[in-house]
């Protein structure tokens, strides 16, 4: 049980201001702005809700969010059972973990901004080792003028780039598993889909909860990897949400941008919300059993 | 007879996403190594170390090596001792508001840097702190303090409760008690977080280049301006590969700590 004392505050006093200075403030600055038509920042007119009526209104940004909204749930789909599934796959011998660990998580060490150009060299016809063995077996198409094509090379890269956190987190969580627990289950003659089930998926639930939050907000709102690959195209066919937000910062539309970013930031809000509500669910049965 | 055959199809999955990992880090590795502009001394296509030698001679990377470097290391230092007191409040005590306080925390941790960049950036100017490795360290904390928290309650929550009850009958006070006590058992917390940290920080690049239009560029950066009308995709490659080097020494000293486990859980 947790003591009861407002004394808390005092230690977590440090991280609210700090996250205040570097986080509170540029988002008040951002509401701010977003009921303004600002030219240079000394001269501002009140707009109201103008900027935001005309972003709700404009189709672009319901397609842009359709288009992301699916490319998160994609992503979802593939990362997380494929995740959960490498993390069961790690032996148990402590030499091989440390080399697998390692080998897993190399594509989080890769600079975000290198990410599309080591996709775009590894799909060169030309050169590149995948693109070379697609072009043996014939398939010498432009991947770039499919939409479909390019959404699968998209998911592809976030795959790369982003299982490995999901098996970092599972993994982590499978090893509190006492080995009792895994004995018992031996002795009653339990499957591996059994064992899964009961006993591993219930330690995985904590964990996974907050990989889903982090998979699905990096990918809902993927700037600096997706642009690059396609450029958006084709024809806007992968126009995602944060690169529309980019373009406006880009071009110093302070108003526009602003409004644009608190709606964002509200999308932000109800997914975190969810996300506390879902975590009280899963705490709720554990409380019980605990009194 | 599918039990038996378990264990085989385990390693062969294993591997074959290792091989995916690694799939586009080779191709990395095979570019760095050849000659891809036109140079006095090589010809294009040939094999070559020179694209290595380049970083040691561009003071540009070197300096880009060091500001990354620096500001990891920076943000690593502000992070964690602010992270630790609150995430001892987290574990072990209820306060007016904790959940409200740890939803603002998620809040910010998924709130994407590209909605804040303006603001982060006119702040910065404001205070003298853009262009500066402090800036982005600073700008850093955005997500890894949220993280940081996270990790480092479960760590505490996982020390029995009855070791603190200890200290404070023998008259430790709470300050006193994280100092003495808990810092030494949660030790592997600490280098487990300091490693998401810099995992996150290293590779950020939305703040990253926001805050460093001309000065304190890190290593994304550099390679960023390293683009232009005659790429030298070799140097590229090189710069990348070396940028990964760090981490990777990193990630296998770890190993023994993020392979032994560590119990992420609730607030």
Known sequence: MKDHSNTGWIFVLPAALLLGLVGVIPLVTVINYSFFEIFILDQRFWVGTEWYGDIIRSGRFWSSFGRSALFSALVLCIQIPLGIAIALCIPRNQFWVGLALAGIALPLLVPWNMIPSLWLSLLNPGTGILGRIMADYGWTTDWKLSAVQTWAVLLAMDTWHWTSLVVILCYSALTTIPSAYYQAANIDGAGPWQVFRHIQLPKLQHVLLMAVLLRFMDSFMIYTEAFPINAGGPDGATMFLAVDLGEDIKAFNYGPSAARSVLYFLIVLTVAWVFMKRQNQIDAPETREGH | ?267
């Not at chain 2, 385990?10 to 080779?26: D, E, G, M, Q, S």
């Not at chain 2, 970083?55 to 992270?83: M, Q």
């Not at chain 2, 809040?107 to 994407?112: C, G, V």
């Open chain 2, 1 to 267: 007879m599918v039990r038996r055959a378990l264990p085989f199809i385990k390693t062969t999955i294993l591997l074959a996403f290792i091989v995916f990992a690694c799939l586009p880090l080779v191709q990395m590795t095979i570019i760095s190594f050849v000659a891809t502009l036109p140079r006095p001394d090589t010809a294009v296509g040939s094999l070559t170390l020179g694209n290595y030698a380049n970083i040691l001679n561009d003071p540009n990377l070197r300096s880009a090596f060091g500001n990354s470097v620096a500001y990891v290391l920076i943000n690593i230092c502000i992070t964690i001792p602010v992270a630790i007191p609150a995430a001892y409040a987290f574990s072990r005590m209820s306060f007016l508001g904790d959940k409200h306080l740890f939803f603002a925390f998620i809040a910010f941790r998924i709130t994407p840097p590209v909605v804040l960049t303006l603001p982060v950036f006119q702040l910065f100017s404001a205070l003298g702190i853009s262009n500066s490795v402090f800036g982005i360290a600073l700008a850093h904390c955005l997500f890894n303090l949220p993280i940081s928290i996270w990790i480092l309650q479960s760590f505490i929550s996982a020390i029995p409760k009855e070791l603190d009850e200890t200290a404070f009958l023998d008259g430790y006070s709470k300050p006193r008690f994280i100092w003495t006590f808990l810092l030494p058992q949660i030790a592997p917390g600490i280098a487990v977080t300091a490693f998401f940290c810099f995992m996150f920080s290293w590779v950020e690049v939305v703040f990253a280049r926001i805050l460093t239009t001309t000065n304190g560029k890190p290593i994304s950066m550099a390679i960023n301006a390293l683009f232009g009308f005659q790429t030298d995709i070799g140097l590229v490659m090189a710069v990348t590969l070396a940028s990964m080097i760090p981490g990777a020494v990193l990630v296998f000293s770890m190993r023994h700590h993020l392979s032994r486990g560590f119990k992420l859980g609730r607030i």
